[in-house]
Structures are given as structure tokens and as C-alpha cells.
């Protein structure tokens, strides 16, 4: 049964929500007790709960763990088909990760980096709040940012507690975005919160199913605080019942191969990244690299102040430690709490350093972050807003990219573009006749890799989500996309150039439509690494071309457009690597026939002339400018 586009009110969906759904499931692994009402799972064989640990072979260690990675996958299947908001099945902005009873991470899905660190805080949260009090059939709820650690407040977590018996085996863990969780604006992220209250709601970890059960008080709370009660509870909805899924999948796995085997195995592979990872460290050598700094263009409330993120390495044997430094908090929500940033900084140096291995805790291990003292940018005090965290991660991003690049040169890619951000519109669905709220992810252009160019149009390497198509947009809400296409000139020039960034225009179709932008890069582009030149910036407008033109700032909050209003936002293109005096000429003569590269550009800053009439190379006059510096 699912809930029906119109006509549907609170008590339908209260019925169909999670005890129903999760009967669709394979009843010999979760059945009604009849005298309680509750769900149960059946009893694993005592043989396999009461089994001696035995020493793992390697075929048993692959053929488990290789188990644990393809569930962990599966569930990012099982939401892609089951989830409600376009966020959620054209943007894929959720993660699903596996972790041992002890809080430790030992698998994760299609990976987004900035979920993986407040999964594993909120687990420790819920084993300390909960100790003693959790339960077979429980699934516990979080989204507060300071409580037990979050992103943002529209990130709504769902944890569920792995059980053999009566024996807790481990937890299943998912984080998934909601379009609309009440706040100050429509879509809930504010461009110019000034406290965390304005953010939306507030759940500290609470338990959404006792025993099978569903909170219905919680249900009702979460439902009566949100602009769009069916897709915010029917994403709800996917997330638990696709843990439960996942606690069946379990299930067979510790009945096939015994308790005791399934967590050696687990705790085997962690030890095995770690002791990997290492190796690979002890072979850079020792030394401080770095400072690297990089800014933000504002916080969306002070807009003549830019805020500045600082990283330096220092490699000793084995071991890795980011030092980190910022400006004093924000007003505005660009703060990034440590836990969030811990792991991306984390997923970065694995993606350098041990790109085959998988990700488990024991990558952790070797990697120390320090960071600077509380009421900070990346150490903010409560009740600071941090909406659009996203931000400063990719800043973060940026200057932890640079000091890898300086510490292994030749392997590490330039910084991306770091100006991906996100669109939200709401308003009143002249079709639908009820409240809809549009959430929409944009990304740039990545870094240029240490012997090739960026690729155009993707993502951050700590974001990981893709954008919405504009098929799925226009069939769902009321705008019209006028274009989508990559921007010219907008890659950081270099030996190898960065990606190029795109650009989106929004027709609005809505007699009225509330618009909030939060992204960054229009004062501060990606500055690239060795010898590249910056980026070109982003920008935004609004009604480009006519006389009703009005330039945007990068953080809009609570802009109320009308219909037939044209929004239009260019995103900057990746940073370079190199020199672009040493780029070939034949490759920029071939980005100018695509159209990524002017003439101008190719001359002023790769010192190459074309012929204008057949785009031929004059190689006496390339050679002669590049000699004297590209100076046109």
C-alpha cells in the first residue's frame, strides 16, 4: 500500500507506517507475537550463538566480509526504491553504514563521507543514553547536531540495534536529508539563521520502535512540524523499514557462519586497514606541510566578512595529524562541528593513500585532528547554526587536498571546485493543490588530477551525491529548467585544467515560490596546486538580461519569486594543476573546439594563439608568448 498523492490524511498513514511495512518482509525472520502485538525474531541455533571463536582462513574472511559490504549495498538499493523526496531517489543524499556492537564502523554503502562521522557519534550517544535499554526490535531517531552530533537538523538518522537471541551483535545505521523539517523558511535551511533553533525541529535520540513498536507520540510530533507531513514521513518510513530489511539479511548471515565468526571476521578486516594504511604513511616522508588557508565568501548574515580555514600535516612514522585552524564561530550557519569533519578527513587520506581498501574503523586509527578551541568555525559552541556545514567541509576540503598534495606530490589531485551547494523552492503545487518543497544539489568541477584534467560536473570528493535530472524535476514540481549546460572558462587553468562547472536556470510556474540558495566560491575561487591560476568564481541572478536583472549573493534566504521569474546560478569550475604555460597546446586547441576554452582565455592564460578562421595553432606565436609570460 502506499500513500496516494492526494486525499490522504494522518491516520492512513499512521496505519500503513513502519509495524505494517515491516511485515512485507520474510515472516520466518519477523512475525507478531499474538499476545503483545509486538514483532520478534526468531532464535538463531544455539550452536551457532554458543560456538567457540575460531581461527578465520582466508576464504572465510573474504566470503564474510565481501557479505557485509554487498548488504550494506543493498540497503542503498532497497531506499533508492522505497524513499519518497527527490533528494532521496534522484539526489541519493543518504548513507547507510554497518557497525560492530562496540560503536565501530565495519562496512558502509554507496558511501557519502559527511554521514559516516555523525553515524558513528550517534551510536555512542545511544549506547550511553540507552545502556542497558536496548532491545531487540528497537530503532531509535536522532537529528539534533549538538546532542549527539549531526550535519544539519533536515539530516535525519535512523539506528537499529542488531540482535541474535538476546544478544547484541552490532547496529545499522542510516542518515537520509528531508526537503522540509519546519525552521524559519520554507525547505528549512535558512541562508541567515543566527542560532540553531531557527534550524528546524530538534530530536534528540529517542526511540521511534519499542520492541517493533511504533512511538506514535513521535509520529505525531515529527508530522505536526513539517511543511510536507507525506514526504518527510514517507522518507522516514523507507529508512526504518530498510534497516529492518537489513537486520534480516544479518540474520542469515550470523545463522550461516556463527556469531563469533561474522564479528572475527569484522574485527580481522579492521585491523587489516589499519596495519595497510600505515605502511603507505611510513613511506612519505617525515615532516610538516603546510599551512594551507582558503576562505569563505561570507556566513549569509555578515556578507562583507570572509572566514578563513587553515590545515597543516605532520607526518611522523606511521601516523598522520591534520592540525586545523579557523576564525572565531560564525553568526551565520556556515559552522562545521568536529565530528562531521573528522571522517571526511579521514575518507580523504584513504582515498590517497589506500584507495583499494574499504572503509571500517580501522582507518581511523592512524589519524590524528587537532582542532582549534571551542566558539571556532570548525569547533563551534551550541546553540551556533550549522545548516549549511556543507560549506566548510568543502572548504576543509580544499586546504586538506593541498597539504596531501604537498606531502605526495604526483598523486594527489588539485582541490575541487568547492562551490557545489544547494537550491531549495517551496510553495503552493497549482496541480497537486498542497504545499511542496523542491531541494535541489549542484556541484562544479573537480580538481585536475596529477597527469589529466578534472571532470566536468562532478561532485566534491567528501559530497558524493548526484544532481537531480531535469526530467524528475520538471514532471514533480512547477519550474521549468530553461538550460543546463557547462559553463566556458570556468576550470582553473593548469598543465591539466580542472573540471568545468555548469550552469542551471529555473522558470518559476508557481504563482509564488519561496527561494533559498546556500553555496559559496563567488568571492574566493579554488586557487588550484603548483603554478595553476584560480578558477573563475560563481555567480547567480536573477532575470538575466532584462531590466528586472538583480545579481545574487551566494547565501539568499526567504526570496519570494513570482511566477514567470527566471533564477539562473553559474557554478565555478575546479582547480588546476601546474603551470598552464605547460599545458599542450594541442589539448587547449581541442578544448576550444568543445567549447570549454575561449580563444582569449587560451591566449591570456595558456599563451596559445589559434587561428580564428580554422582554429590551427600559430606556433610561432605560441612560442613567443609563452615565453614572454602570456602576457596578452
Same mark, same amino acid.
Given at each position: 500500500?502506499?500513500?496516494?498523492?492526494?486525499?490522504?490524511?494522518?491516520?492512513?498513514?499512521?496505519?500503513?507506517?513502519?509495524?505494517?511495512?515491516?511485515?512485507?518482509?520474510?515472516?520466518?525472520?519477523?512475525?507478531?507475537?499474538?499476545?503483545?502485538?509486538?514483532?520478534?525474531?526468531?532464535?538463531?541455533?544455539?550452536?551457532?550463538?554458543?560456538?567457540?571463536?575460531?581461527?578465520?582462513?582466508?576464504?572465510?574472511?573474504?566470503?564474510?566480509?565481501?557479505?557485509?559490504?554487498?548488504?550494506?549495498?543493498?540497503?542503498?538499493?532497497?531506499?533508492?526504491?522505497?524513499?519518497?523526496?527527490?533528494?532521496?531517489?534522484?539526489?541519493?543524499?543518504?548513507?547507510?553504514?554497518?557497525? #560492530?556492537?562496540?560503536?565501530?564502523?565495519?562496512?558502509?554503502?554507496?558511501?557519502?563521507?559527511?554521514?559516516?562521522?555523525?553515524?558513528?557519534?550517534?551510536?555512542?550517544?545511544?549506547?550511553?543514553?540507552?545502556?542497558?535499554?536496548?532491545?531487540?526490535?528497537?530503532?531509535?531517531?536522532?537529528?539534533?547536531?549538538?546532542?549527539?552530533?549531526?550535519?544539519?537538523?533536515? #539530516?535525519?538518522?535512523?539506528?537499529?540495534?542488531?540482535?541474535?537471541?538476546?544478544?547484541?551483535?552490532?547496529?545499522?545505521?542510516?542518515?537520509?536529508?528531508?526537503?522540509?523539517?519546519?525552521?524559519?523558511?520554507?525547505?528549512?535551511?535558512?541562508?541567515?539563521?543566527?542560532?540553531?533553533?531557527?534550524?528546524?525541529?530538534?530530536?534528540?535520540?529517542?526511540?521511534?520502535?519499542?520492541?517493533?513498536?511504533?512511538?506514535?507520540?513521535?509520529?505525531?510530533?515529527?508530522?505536526?512540524?513539517?511543511?510536507?507531513?507525506?514526504?518527510?514521513?514517507?522518507?522516514?518510513?523507507?529508512?526504518?523499514?530498510?534497516?529492518?530489511?537489513?537486520?534480516?539479511?544479518?540474520?542469515?548471515?550470523?545463522?550461516?557462519?556463527?556469531?563469533?565468526?561474522?564479528?572475527?571476521?569484522?574485527?580481522?578486516?579492521?585491523?587489516?586497514?589499519?596495519?595497510?594504511?600505515?605502511?603507505?604513511?611510513?613511506?612519505?616522508?617525515?615532516?610538516?606541510?603546510?599551512?594551507?588557508?582558503?576562505?569563505?565568501?561570507?556566513?549569509?548574515?555578515?556578507?562583507?566578512?570572509?572566514?578563513?580555514?587553515?590545515?597543516?600535516?605532520?607526518?611522523?612514522?606511521?601516523?598522520?595529524?591534520?592540525?586545523?585552524?579557523?576564525?572565531?564561530?560564525?553568526?551565520?550557519?556556515?559552522?562545521?562541528?568536529?565530528?562531521?569533519?573528522?571522517?571526511?578527513?579521514?575518507?580523504?587520506?584513504?582515498?590517497?593513500?589506500?584507495?583499494?581498501?574499504?572503509?571500517?574503523?580501522?582507518?581511523?586509527?592512524?589519524?590524528?585532528?587537532?582542532?582549534?578551541?571551542?566558539?571556532?568555525?570548525?569547533?563551534?559552541?551550541?546553540?551556533?547554526?550549522?545548516?549549511?556545514?556543507?560549506?566548510?567541509?568543502?572548504?576543509?576540503?580544499?586546504?586538506?587536498?593541498?597539504?596531501?598534495?604537498?606531502?605526495?606530490?604526483?598523486?594527489?589531485?588539485?582541490?575541487?571546485?568547492?562551490?557545489?551547494?544547494?537550491?531549495?523552492?517551496?510553495?503552493?503545487?497549482?496541480?497537486?493543490?498542497?504545499?511542496?518543497?523542491?531541494?535541489?544539489?549542484?556541484?562544479?568541477?573537480?580538481?585536475?588530477?596529477?597527469?589529466?584534467?578534472?571532470?566536468?560536473?562532478?561532485?566534491?570528493?567528501?559530497?558524493?551525491?548526484?544532481?537531480?535530472?531535469?526530467?524528475?524535476?520538471?514532471?514533480?514540481?512547477?519550474?521549468?529548467?530553461?538550460?543546463?549546460?557547462?559553463?566556458?572558462?570556468?576550470?582553473?587553468?593548469?598543465?591539466?585544467?580542472?573540471?568545468?562547472?555548469?550552469?542551471?536556470?529555473?522558470?518559476?510556474?508557481?504563482?509564488?515560490?519561496?527561494?533559498?540558495?546556500?553555496?559559496?566560491?563567488?568571492?574566493?575561487?579554488?586557487?588550484?596546486?603548483?603554478?595553476?591560476?584560480?578558477?573563475?568564481?560563481?555567480?547567480?541572478?536573477?532575470?538575466?538580461?532584462?531590466?528586472?536583472?538583480?545579481?545574487?549573493?551566494?547565501?539568499?534566504?526567504?526570496?519570494?519569486?513570482?511566477?514567470?521569474?527566471?533564477?539562473?546560478?553559474?557554478?565555478?569550475?575546479?582547480?588546476?594543476?601546474?603551470?598552464?604555460?605547460?599545458?599542450?597546446?594541442?589539448?587547449?586547441?581541442?578544448?576550444?573546439?568543445?567549447?570549454?576554452?575561449?580563444?582569449?582565455?587560451?591566449?591570456?592564460?595558456?599563451?596559445?594563439?589559434?587561428?580564428?578562421? #580554422?582554429?590551427?595553432? #600559430?606556433?610561432?606565436?605560441?612560442?613567443?608568448?609563452?615565453?614572454?609570460?602570456?602576457?596578452?
Amino acid at each position: 500500500m502506499q500513500i496516494k498523492e492526494k486525499g490522504c490524511n494522518r491516520s492512513q498513514m499512521k496505519e500503513w507506517i513502519v509495524p505494517r511495512a515491516v511485515k512485507q518482509y520474510n515472516p520466518a525472520t519477523l512475525e507478531r507475537d499474538p499476545s503483545t502485538g509486538c514483532f520478534r525474531r526468531p532464535q538463531v541455533s544455539a550452536a551457532s550463538t554458543s560456538q567457540e571463536k575460531k581461527e578465520l582462513n582466508a576464504i572465510d574472511l573474504e566470503v564474510i566480509y565481501q557479505s557485509t559490504l554487498q548488504i550494506a549495498r543493498e540497503l542503498t538499493l532497497n531506499m533508492l526504491r522505497t524513499g519518497y523526496s527527490t533528494i532521496i531517489k534522484e539526489s541519493q543524499d543518504f548513507t547507510f553504514a554497518i557497525f #560492530d556492537a562496540r560503536g565501530r564502523m565495519v562496512a558502509q554503502g554507496i558511501p557519502q563521507p559527511l554521514h559516516i562521522g555523525p553515524l558513528a557519534a550517534q551510536i555512542q550517544e545511544i549506547r550511553r543514553v540507552y545502556r542497558g535499554k536496548i532491545e531487540p526490535g528497537d530503532a531509535f531517531i536522532v537529528n539534533h547536531p549538538y546532542r549527539a552530533c549531526q550535519n544539519h537538523a533536515t #539530516d535525519i538518522t535512523i539506528i537499529s540495534p542488531m540482535f541474535v537471541g538476546e544478544r547484541l551483535t552490532g547496529f545499522i545505521g542510516n542518515i537520509a536529508h528531508k526537503p522540509d523539517l519546519g525552521g524559519k523558511v520554507p525547505g528549512t535551511n535558512s541562508g541567515d539563521a543566527t542560532d540553531l533553533f531557527q534550524e528546524g525541529l530538534l530530536i534528540p535520540p529517542l526511540k521511534l520502535l519499542r520492541r517493533g513498536e511504533l512511538n506514535s507520540d513521535l509520529y505525531e510530533m515529527i508530522c505536526a512540524n513539517t511543511r510536507t507531513p507525506e514526504v518527510t514521513w514517507g522518507d522516514i518510513n523507507a529508512q526504518a523499514n530498510t534497516n529492518v530489511y537489513g537486520l534480516e539479511r544479518f540474520t542469515e548471515l550470523f545463522g550461516k557462519y556463527g556469531v563469533d565468526k561474522v564479528l572475527s571476521c569484522w574485527e580481522r578486516w579492521m585491523e587489516i586497514c589499519e596495519t595497510e594504511l600505515r605502511k603507505e604513511i611510513a613511506k612519505v616522508p617525515a615532516g610538516l606541510y603546510g599551512p594551507e588557508s582558503d576562505y569563505l565568501d561570507d556566513d549569509g548574515v555578515d556578507l562583507d566578512r570572509p572566514y578563513r580555514i587553515t590545515a597543516s600535516l605532520e607526518v611522523k612514522g606511521d601516523r598522520l595529524h591534520f592540525i586545523l585552524d579557523s576564525d572565531p564561530q560564525a553568526r551565520g550557519p556556515i559552522n562545521l562541528r568536529p565530528c562531521v569533519s573528522r571522517n571526511f578527513i579521514e575518507c580523504c587520506v584513504k582515498m590517497v593513500f589506500a584507495p583499494q581498501l574499504p572503509v571500517n574503523d580501522g582507518l581511523s586509527r592512524p589519524v590524528r585532528i587537532s582542532y582549534p578551541p571551542e566558539g571556532s568555525l570548525l569547533n563551534p559552541r551550541y546553540p551556533a547554526p550549522v545548516n549549511m556545514y556543507v560549506r566548510p567541509s568543502q572548504i576543509t576540503t580544499s586546504v586538506i587536498v593541498r597539504v596531501l598534495a604537498h606531502a605526495l606530490p604526483g598523486r594527489v589531485p588539485a582541490p575541487g571546485s568547492a562551490a557545489g551547494g544547494s537550491l531549495s523552492t517551496a510553495g503552493y503545487h497549482p496541480r497537486w493543490g498542497r504545499w511542496y518543497s523542491q531541494y535541489e544539489i549542484f556541484s562544479g568541477g573537480s580538481g585536475a588530477r596529477p597527469h589529466g584534467d578534472g571532470v566536468s560536473a562532478m561532485d566534491e570528493l567528501v559530497v558524493n551525491v548526484m544532481n537531480t535530472p531535469v526530467e524528475a524535476v520538471e514532471s514533480e514540481f512547477p519550474v521549468r529548467v530553461e538550460s543546463y549546460e557547462l559553463v566556458p572558462d570556468s576550470a582553473g587553468p593548469g598543465t591539466f585544467r580542472g573540471g568545468l562547472g555548469t550552469r542551471r536556470q529555473w522558470r518559476i510556474l508557481a504563482e509564488e515560490s519561496v527561494i533559498n540558495l546556500r553555496t559559496d566560491r563567488f568571492k574566493f575561487s579554488s586557487p588550484g596546486v603548483f603554478g595553476a591560476k584560480p578558477a573563475r568564481p560563481s555567480q547567480a541572478c536573477l532575470n538575466p538580461g532584462t531590466p528586472q536583472e538583480r545579481p545574487l549573493t551566494s547565501k539568499v534566504a526567504n526570496l519570494r519569486l513570482k511566477k514567470g521569474d527566471l533564477l539562473s546560478w553559474e557554478l565555478a569550475g575546479g582547480g588546476g594543476w601546474g603551470d598552464p604555460l605547460q599545458r599542450d597546446p594541442e589539448r587547449v586547441r581541442q578544448d576550444v573546439l568543445c567549447g570549454y576554452v575561449s580563444l582569449e582565455v587560451a591566449r591570456t592564460d595558456y599563451g596559445v594563439v589559434l587561428n580564428p578562421e #580554422d582554429l590551427s595553432i #600559430d606556433r610561432e606565436a605560441t612560442a613567443r608568448l609563452r615565453a614572454e609570460g602570456a602576457r596578452s
